[in-house]
């Protein structure tokens, strides 16, 4: 989403502020897994932790913004309700040995909280 596919000043003001939150999306998304790919190959520990602190915060803006995407774009309620917060969630196309391939990390809560 590197441009608007359609001529700017035929776009709403709602298509563009969720033509942004998208574009920070996929950002925040990129950012994610920048640090969690270094926090793989670092060995420094305090170093580490700080990395680990940084993704943390990307996943939490990302939460953010998927929150308003739910709010302002039509389609994400129904979708979130369907493959994030219900009981199965997770678990489509799962591969049942996940938690062992990924170890305890596979399951750990983000705390995050409420969207």
């Known amino acids: 989403m590197e441009a608007y596919t359609e001529p700017y000043g035929l776009l709403s003001k ?3 502020d969720i033509a942004q939150a998208l574009k920070s999306l996929q950002e925040e998304l990129e950012a ?3 640090y969690n790919q270094r926090i793989n190959t670092c060995t420094n520990e305090d170093l580490k932790r700080i990395m680990a602190h940084n993704r943390d915060e990307e996943i939490e803006h990302s939460a953010m913004l998927v929150g308003w995407l739910k709010v302002y774009m ?3 309620d129904k979708q979130l ?4 917060t219900n009981s199965e ?3 489509m ?3 049942k040995d996940a938690e062992e391939h990924y170890g305890a990390a596979y399951n750990q809560d983000l705390n995050i909280g409420q969207l």
């Open 14 to 16: 709602k298509t563009i």
């Open 32 to 34: 994610i897994d920048y």
């Open 74 to 76: 039509n389609g994400w």
């Open 81 to 84: 309700v369907d493959y994030v």
């Open 89 to 91: 969630a997770g678990s």
């Open 93 to 95: 196309g799962a591969d």
